[in-house]
């Protein structure tokens, strides 16, 4: 299974953008780089995938270095409502057509005023 | 749409006692996964199913787990005999049916207090 290394923590200012890395150095091929982020003790809440291009949505972007060994999270304009942990996660196939996501420790993210 | 639906959302059961934890996937979603988050811990995959089948059980503790999905009604995680360890929040997500790209969308857990 293709492994994930975050930083433990960082902390943000209000209104920044905030920058989340990831390493997934033995990701393969056919592997999908999802993000999921938890807020508080919540469910978690999926953000954004990709496999090889760049990625935007309405919460964020994903850019995929052309090696595909690293990612970053980038979340535009953080608010204090964005304070949660970031799970970048590569995901794991199970038999042919089946997959399932396998969580690490995160990155918490702290946003401040 | 509903969203991923779980019941109870807190649950507390004595020592040895029975825990039963109840998750209704997205309307059309037919794959369903559990995962346990133990305090201060990050979650942890327990069991992946589809109608009926069990597709990945390799994170489930060999003995007292168990879970379903039966072709009509919720996935259902069971334990027996519960002790203080199996104090977690448990979160079950779907996804909907097979393919190269997709998102699960996850409810909002159950909280076992085992006293």
């Known amino acids: 299974d293709a492994k994930t290394t975050q930083p433990t923590s960082m902390d943000c200012a209000e209104g920044r953008a905030a920058n989340l890395p990831c390493n997934h150095s033995?990701?393969?091929?056919?592997?999908?780089v999802y993000w999921y982020r938890q807020i508080h003790s919540q469910g978690p809440q999926y953000i954004i995938h990709g496999l090889k291009n760049n990625e935007t949505n309405e919460m964020a972007s994903l850019i995929i270095t052309e090696d595909r060994k690293s990612s970053t999270l980038i979340l535009p304009h953080a608010t204090l409502r964005d304070t949660a942990v970031y799970y970048c996660i590569v995901r794991v196939a199970v038999g042919s057509n089946d997959y399932k996501l396998s969580f690490g420790a995160g990155t918490t993210v702290t946003v401040r005023a | 749409n509903a969203g991923v639906m779980q019941n109870p959302r807190h649950l507390v059961r004595r020592r040895g006692q029975e825990a039963r934890l109840r998750c209704s996937p997205m309307k059309g979603h037919s794959h369903v996964y559990w995962y346990r988050q133990l305090p201060e811990e990050g979650l942890k995959f327990m069991v992946y199913?589809?109608?009926?089948?069990?597709?990945?059980e390799s994170g489930m503790p060999k003995e007292r787990f168990s879970a379903e999905f039966p072709k009509e009604g919720p996935s259902i995680l069971r334990i027996q005999q519960v002790v203080r360890g199996d104090s977690a929040a448990y979160f079950c997500?779907?996804?909907?049916?097979?393919?190269?790209?997709?998102?699960?969308?996850f409810g909002p857990g159950t909280r076992l207090t085992v006293t």
């Open positions: 997500a779907s996804s909907p049916p097979g393919g190269i790209s997709y998102e699960q969308y």
């Open positions: 199913l589809q109608k009926e089948n069990i597709i990945d």
């Open positions: 033995t990701i393969s091929g056919n592997e999908y």
